[in-house]
């Protein structure tokens, strides 16, 4: 109102989707979703084929909230000791749409001589694979319209007392968990590999446990989150690139699955074995010389 326009980047609220993102009316006479079509999804691995992302209704989700393509893209083979990895750009992760990625059990870096024993019941659900997302980010909440649930797609919101609360209605249905009352807290099918913590809680803790060991080895920058360039002091650019030879590769490859477990956001929600076991392994290896 006073002439004055700040940058669009400047905005710490930006505008939620609005309906014409999912939806398109004037061209289809209904508000049916714009496409329920399975989604080929770009492998941020070297030598994997494209996933197809394949979950009725949360298709609609993915054709948006998929990765880029990633340059250089990471080796899914254990390296040779000639074999070199240059990283160029502060920003080498998959971007931060790998929800889809996550939920399949597909783009995560898995360290030779680690074993890995799968998925959670998440991938594989009956109702997921005709909802998608929508089961859980647009079930019905108890906190009523425009606070968590149905169209604002959030499970954890704050309550009108303004304490935060998760809406685990689309997690109570039938077929899938019997009881929940808190995300955050909820002992999945990996206990086993938790110790009895609650998934959620577990790998947000250890993704702190990453990426401290990423920043005391310098490939993780302490103030940007960015990755480090050759120097040790700035972030990695062309003319300051960090560079990984032979068995180093390997730290790569936590860098990477650092990135790829904390732009998911799902802190293991969304498939805990195949988070946790990622989490793991990348924890192990940045802890060897």
């Known amino acids: 109102s006073n002439g004055t326009w700040s940058a669009v980047t400047s905005q710490v609220d930006a505008s939620p989707p609005g309906c014409f993102a999912c939806h398109s009316p004037h061209s289809n006479g209904d508000f049916a979703l714009r496409s329920v079509s399975p989604v080929t999804q770009l492998s941020p691995l070297s030598g994997v084929t494209n996933p197809i992302f ?13 990765p880029r393509s990633l340059s250089p893209q990471m080796p ?10 240059r990283i160029t750009n502060s920003r080498w992760y998959a971007h931060y749409g790998v929800q889809g990625l996550m939920l399949m059990g597909e783009g995560g870096y898995k360290f030779p001589g680690y074993t890995y024993t799968g ?12 909802e998608g997302c929508i089961a859980c980010h647009m079930a019905p909440s108890n906190a009523g319209s425009g606070i968590g649930g149905g ?8 309550n009108t007392s303004g304490n935060p609360t998760w809406n685990t209605n689309g997690c109570l249905v039938s077929g899938c968990h019997s009881s929940m009352a808190s995300v955050d807290d909820y002992v999945s099918t990996s206990a086993s590999l938790t110790g009895g913590m609650g998934a959620h809680k577990y ?11 990423l920043v005391s080895n310098l490939l993780l920058h302490p103030t940007s989150g960015l ?4 120097n040790g002091t700035s972030t990695a650019s062309s003319s300051n ?8 590769i390997l730290k790569a490859g936590a860098l990477y699955n650092y990135f790829f477990l904390e732009h998911d956001l799902g802190g ?18 940045m802890k060897k010389p």
């Open 227 to 230: 990755v480090m360039g050759g």
């Open 241 to 248: 690139p960090k560079i990984f030879v032979g068995s180093q």
């Open 54 to 66: 394949d979950y009725g209704k949360g298709n609609q989700c993915v054709a948006c909230h998929q």
């Open 268 to 285: 293991g929600a969304h498939n805990s074995k195949y988070a946790i076991e990622l989490l793991q392994s990348s924890i192990e290896e």
């Open 119 to 130: 998925n959670s019941p998440h991938a594989a659900s009956t109702l997921l694979k005709q």
């Open 203 to 213: 790998v947000h803790q250890y993704l702190d446990t990453l990426k401290n060991l």
């Open 151 to 158: 169209h604002t797609m959030n499970v954890n919101y704050l």
């Open 76 to 85: 899914n083979t254990a390296p040779a000791s000639t074999d070199t990895l």
